[in-house]
């Protein structure tokens, strides 16, 4: 029998968008964390991959970052500067303290960033929401509050700035896609991973064909000050808000990192009218 807890559910409508994994029975090596999987269209279409064969750490819709004050909070092997990738006993997990709200299209709970020897790192308060926008579009509000202990600041890093070179400044808020063939990524002026990754652009979509033969699109909007887009197509699907792409980021002392993240799923493929249409009418 399966110890693993019964995920929590959004819905839109009678719909079932999203299961919410809050506490995965996980190795320590894959980045234990919330994570939202499966994410589907409206009309099914599955657009998350979980534990893929590639990178068996990419978890869905997550927040991960791989360097908070040293400890490795996104799994795999952490990038060491002047040598590379090194499997380290680094990992520490985002573990779930306790519910605040559970509704059918919204949850709210509390959780803690904790290095390989459980002491915390980060407290973070987090929401979801999903939104009925169109019959073919729904749209999920992630809100976060990450908070750093009295007295000591917090640094959030990545692979590019402890030295790896070639624009992987990945960690954030994270969105593993499944595509069947490489997807396409576009924003209102430009097109491609090559111009979009370490981008600012107010917004991105990535536009692709789920396992079952369906087209999806999904536009990603949310970037905070110093925040720049981390964007894969060729090596696998991805887009994450990343929050460390060329420089730390640093959470003051007792200081509060606020996010907000926007992700609207849609069946089909939109061009860049709409997709631009979506983002500028969201309140």
Do not use: K
Request: hydrophobic share 45%; proline share 7%; charged share 20%.
């Amino acid at each position: 029998m399966s110890t693993e807890p019964e995920p929590a559910r959004l819905l839109v409508g009678p719909t079932e968008v999203a299961r919410y994994v809050v506490d995965p029975p996980l190795d320590a090596r894959h980045g234990p964390r919330p994570y939202l999987h499966p994410v589907r269209t409206l009309a099914g279409t599955v657009v998350t991959d979980a534990l893929p064969a590639d990178h068996v750490w990419h978890l869905g819709a997550s927040l991960a970052v791989q360097d908070v004050n040293g400890a490795n909070l996104w799994g795999g092997r952490t990038y060491v500067r002047d040598v590379g990738y090194t499997w380290r006993d680094d990992h520490g997990r985002i573990a779930h303290t306790g519910w605040i709200e559970q509704a059918a299209d919204r949850l709210a709970h509390d959780a803690q960033w904790r290095d390989a020897h459980g002491r915390v790192l980060l407290t973070e308060r987090r929401r979801l929401a999903a939104s009925a926008v169109a019959p073919d579009v729904w749209r999920l509000d992630l809100t976060c509050a990450l908070t750093a202990p009295p007295g000591h600041e917090v640094r959030l890093g990545s692979p590019a700035t402890n030295g790896r070179p070639d624009g992987a400044g990945y960690g954030g808020f994270f969105w593993r896609a499944v595509a069947d063939g490489e997807p396409t990524v576009f924003a209102a002026d430009a097109t491609g991973e090559e111009t979009l990754n370490g981008s600012a652009v107010p917004w991105l979509a990535m536009a692709g064909v789920g396992a079952g033969g369906a087209a999806y699109t999904l536009v990603f909007a949310g970037l905070g000050s110093g925040d720049r887009w981390f964007v894969r197509t060729a090596m696998y699907p991805g887009v994450c808000v990343a929050f460390a792409f060329d420089r730390p980021a640093v959470v003051a002392a007792g200081d509060t990192r606020h996010g907000h993240y926007r992700v609207w799923v849609a069946d089909g493929t939109l061009d860049r009218d709409r997709a631009a249409a979506l983002v500028a009418a969201a309140p």
